[in-house]
T-cell receptor
């Protein structure tokens, strides 16, 4: 059974700090990795995807993938109160059209 | 483009009643999905479709049915509603590049359903 694990949090960081969100997965055949942000009462929206080992940067967001250790992380630099949300990790294997979602990590950025 | 639209936004059902949750996308996406999200939980896949006329079960299909007669529409039918079906339901769509692809899922605003 494919599993995607995330610490439910909440993760609390001060404004301007770096927030680090982690996700581990069980299926070594996983190939595509996604980070979605979900504000309270809203639907998820894609922040980034990554499929190669290493780092991928987009503005204040950096996704890091380590397939050997089976984890993917999301770093948010210069965190803002508007970043307060739940962050969902999703993983897709090479043999599937459908991603598996983790439970999400709640992030709180306090002024 | 309106993206993915869902109706209704909220609904209260009595145990044993039935209803259909509507989902429409205008992005010509081939893939469509139905998820449910319970408080503090991630997204659980109910059903998905890879194209008109083709549907398949997800992780939690019991108590639900779907159909896909057009590319745009993917309604979810609840038969004999039970309190365990109280949840937020999200419809999503994507254009799939194939197995293991990096296609983005676009989500509708959700339907909040309560079964009493």
């Amino acid at each position: 059974q494919k599993e995607v694990e995330q610490n439910s949090g909440p993760l609390s960081v001060p404004e301007g700090a770096i927030a680090s969100l982690n996700c581990t997965y069980s299926d070594r055949g996983s190939q595509s990795f996604f980070w979605y942000r979900q504000y309270s009462g809203k639907s998820p929206e894609l922040i980034m995807f990554i499929y190669s080992n290493g780092d991928k940067e987009d503005g204040r967001f950096t996704a890091q993938l380590n397939k050997a250790s089976q984890y993917v992380s999301l770093l948010i630099r210069d965190s803002q109160p508007s970043d307060s949300a739940t962050y969902l990790c999703a993983v897709r294997t090479g043999g599937s059209y459908i991603p598996t979602f983790g439970r999400g990590t709640s992030l709180i950025v306090h002024p | 483009n309106a993206g993915v639209t869902q109706t209704p936004k909220f609904r209260i059902l009595k145990i044993g009643q039935s209803m259909t949750l509507q989902c429409t996308q205008d992005m010509n996406h081939n893939y469509m999905y139905w998820y449910r999200q319970d408080p503090g939980m991630g997204l659980k896949l109910i059903y998905y479709s890879v194209g008109a006329g083709i549907t398949d079960k997800g992780e939690v299909p019991n108590g639900y049915n779907v159909s896909r007669s057009t590319t745009e529409d993917f309604p979810l039918r609840l038969e004999l509603a039970a309190p365990s079906q109280t949840s937020v339901y999200f419809c999503a769509s994507s254009y799939s590049e194939g197995l293991g692809g990096t296609d983005t899922q676009y989500f509708g605003p959700g339907t909040r359903l309560t079964v009493l």
